[in-house]
């Protein structure tokens, strides 16, 4: 049972360079977030898809943006990179179930670099 | 507003030896859910349990025991004969659906380290 797999696992660009990471989801599972982790911070929640719709989003401008595919898998595209958006990007996967809360499965990440 | 609360940033303790995380949290919801996550040098957060806010019995599971007190907002994390393969950073997190979404609101993080 493959688990929440991203890619890339690193990536450096520089300032001004748009980025897009991938995240595919635990089998099963149908909703995506994605978090951003700042060295030494815990992770900060930027946005989640259900139903290929954002649903809620965290306090992040609107260079950050995303997408989710028929199969659940999900984007997260960065425009107009800044040298703070360095960080790890993490990607959890949830199984919606309406009224119960299901505790969220986390892939590696994608340590992104901007020079 | 959510707020999660881990005022412990780095503990060093010698194997075998029984170490508590702490986590305190803010929010003015009845019904939320909290979260204890393991982030080993690989990245990847390991998910390790989930508390609702109505069910205050504390838990056990082999080594790990989790004491909830909504008396003191609290959910700490306690590792009984510590091991070397249990260093790493510890996230306690904080959650409520909204709408059926669910958002994760981490503390700052424990980084526990565990020497021979």
């Known amino acids: 049972d493959a688990g929440v797999t991203q890619s890339p696992t690193h990536l450096i660009k520089t300032r001004g360079q748009q980025v897009t990471l991938r995240c595919s989801p635990k089998s099963g599972h149908d909703t995506v977030s994605w978090y951003q982790q700042a060295l030494g911070q815990g992770p900060q929640f930027i946005f989640q898809?259900?139903?290929?719709?954002?649903?809620q989003r965290g306090n992040f401008p609107d260079r950050f943006s995303g997408h989710q595919f028929p199969n659940y898998s999900s984007e997260l595209n960065v425009n107009a990179l800044l040298l703070g958006d360095s960080a790890l990007y993490l990607c959890?996967?949830?199984?919606?179930?309406?009224?119960?809360?299901?505790?969220?499965?986390f892939g590696p990440g994608t340590r992104l670099t901007v020079l | 507003a959510q707020k999660v609360t881990q005022a412990q940033t780095e503990i060093s303790v010698v194997e075998k030896e029984d170490v508590t995380l702490d986590c305190v949290y803010e929010?003015?919801?009845?019904?939320?859910?909290l979260f204890w996550y393991k982030q080993p040098p690989s990245g990847e957060l390991v998910f390790l349990i989930r508390?609702?806010?109505?069910?205050?019995q504390n838990e056990i599971s082999g080594r790990y025991s989790w004491n909830f007190q909504k008396s003191t907002s609290s959910f700490n994390f306690t590792i009984t004969a510590s091991q070397v393969v249990d260093s790493a950073v510890y996230f306690c997190a904080l959650s409520k659906l909204i709408q059926g979404a669910q958002k994760l609101v981490f503390g700052q993080g424990t980084r526990l380290t565990i020497n021979p």
């Open positions: 959890a996967s949830s199984l919606d179930s309406g009224r119960f809360l299901y505790e969220q499965f």
């Open positions: 929010t003015r919801d009845t019904t939320y859910y």
């Open positions: 508390r609702n806010s109505f069910d205050e």
């Open positions: 898809y259900y139903e290929e719709e954002e649903r």
